[in-house]
């Protein structure tokens, strides 16, 4: 079945960088867009980027010039780098991909804070 399994987050200064991983089984990988969403506390989940099969990627306004969505087909596995974060970014991230019907991953908690 999919399994979609996040890893790399934890606590970062204000500025400071963090990459998530999310990696992915249980489907044809290289066919499929990916996207990272992130929900803080009292908040409705939002999308922060996307990526399509052929590497084409899509930001949140909130997160241009410093976040990078890349994927890795031989490793199955998408990756999230976040740079010169903010305390606004502190959330839960989540990976997503939609086969049929939704799939997340478990999450990982990013705090950002001084």
């Known amino acids: 079945q999919v399994q979609l399994v996040e890893s790399g987050g934890g606590l970062a200064q204000p500025g400071g960088s963090l990459r998530l991983s999310c990696e992915a089984s249980g489907f044809p990988f290289s066919g499929f867009p990916m996207s990272w969403y992130r929900q803080a506390p009292g908040k409705e989940r939002e999308l922060v980027a996307s990526?399509?099969?052929?590497?084409?990627?899509n930001y949140a306004d909130s997160v241009k010039g410093r976040f990078t969505l890349s994927r890795d087909s031989a490793k199955n596995t998408v990756y999230l780098q976040m740079n010169s974060l903010k305390i606004g970014d502190t959330a839960v991230y989540f990976c997503?991909?939609?086969?049929?019907?939704?799939?997340w991953g478990q999450g990982t908690q990013v705090t950002v804070s001084s």
């Open positions: 997503y991909v939609k086969r049929i019907r939704d799939y």
């Open positions: 990526i399509t099969w052929s590497g084409m990627t």
